[in-house]
């Protein structure tokens, strides 16, 4: 008689492709974030500025998000941070170029709706992809 689990069995069809932001397309380092805001570029975005620079590296493009505490106590930051990770997560696929780039979110991304904001980090990426900025 087969034992009855409270857990049903997970197969291979039932396992859910991995939807994690891969540490090798992260800005982590203090030091790669300094060069970003020093040597690179800015786009100017309605919610956000975006601050990018290439990279001379093969692995492709890497994010990073700053929220500073202007924005909130540490609960309405780490919202933030949750809904753009999970935007840029999304669209890192259109980001062609080897790029690093930072997103700094402004305050009225609090309010903003998940499809403005998708649609905004959407439009971000294609400027930053066809180098528009100062």
Known sequence: MPTLSARPAVTETSK????????????LKHADFQ????????HFSGNMTAFYRENDRPAGPRVGLTV??????????????????????Q?????VRPLDLIL???????????AQ?????KQVFAAVQRGQGR
């Not at 859910?16 to 800005?27: E, G, I, M, N, Y």
């Not at 106590?73 to 941070?81: F, H, P, Y």
């Not at 904001?117 to 980090?121: G, K, R, S």
Request: glycine share 6%.
């Open 35 to 42: 060069a970003v805001y020093k040597q690179g570029r800015k």
């Open 104 to 114: 700094h979110p402004r305050k009225s991304v609090l309010t903003l709706k998940f």
């Open 91 to 95: 669209h890192l696929a259109e980001l």
């Open 16 to 27: 859910r492709v991995s939807q994690s932001f891969p540490r090798d397309a992260r800005l």
């Open 68 to 89: 500073g505490k202007v924005l909130g106590g540490a609960v309405v930051r780490n919202r933030i941070r949750r809904r753009m990770r999970a935007l840029v997560r």
């Open 117 to 121: 904001l998708d649609a905004e980090i």
